[in-house]
């Protein structure tokens, strides 16, 4: 399946659409924050150079069909929200998700909504039959976008990623597509 580099979904909020890089200033501005990247498996960029070799990537990965990285910018003023993408796992129909969120724009609920989104997008267009996400076991924030979303708690992993030399602690959920179409509804009511 092709999914063109022109999508965009749409929240109330929120506008997401393929990672570009007119998105480098405002990733380099989010992993300029202490600890902002801890529970990532992905380091902070030491130059802004790095930013556009990641952005080539995403698009190379978008048109593979392996994952699709979306920029999250607030509807109202354009302004950056943050990255969620949506990624095939090794399993087959099984696809993880996973978001940040510029440190200037916590705390607003916008990683849910547009979480969601990416959710529907999943279990509609690119027919997955389950989706799965982690957080870094301290943190609480993502925990409660997770609940938030409905994702059913599967257990924590305490090996989930090697950083800096250390494990990193997840705590993994998931949903199947029948339990998210049954939450929906229930929210749409």
Not at 122 to 141: D, P, Q, R, Y
Request: charge should be neutral; hydrophobic fraction near 40%; aromatic fraction near 12%.
């Amino acid at each position: 399946m092709s999914i063109a580099l022109d999508t965009c979904l749409t929240t109330p909020r929120c506008v997401l659409r393929c990672a570009s890089d007119e998105d480098l200033e405002d990733v380099w501005s989010a992993t300029r924050y202490p600890g902002f990247n801890d529970g990532m498996r992905w380091n902070p960029p030491r130059l802004k150079s790095e930013i556009a070799a990641w952005t080539k990537h995403n698009l190379d990965i978008w048109r593979s069909g392996e994952e699709y990285v979306f920029t999250i910018r607030a509807r109202a003023d354009g302004r950056f929200v943050g990255r969620v993408s949506i990624c095939r796992e090794r399993v087959r129909g099984v696809w993880s998700i996973g978001f940040w969120i510029h440190p200037e724009r916590w705390r607003q609920g916008l990683a849910t909504e547009a979480s969601r989104a990416v959710i529907n997008f999943g279990f509609e267009t690119l027919a997955a039959k389950k989706i799965v996400a982690s957080h870094a076991l301290w943190n609480v924030a993502s925990q409660r976008v997770m609940e938030k979303l409905g994702l059913t708690y599967v257990r924590d992993n305490p090996r989930a990623f090697a950083k800096n030399g250390r494990w990193v602690a997840e705590a993994e959920y998931e949903t199947d597509r029948d339990s998210w179409r049954a939450r929906e509804e229930e929210l749409d009511d």
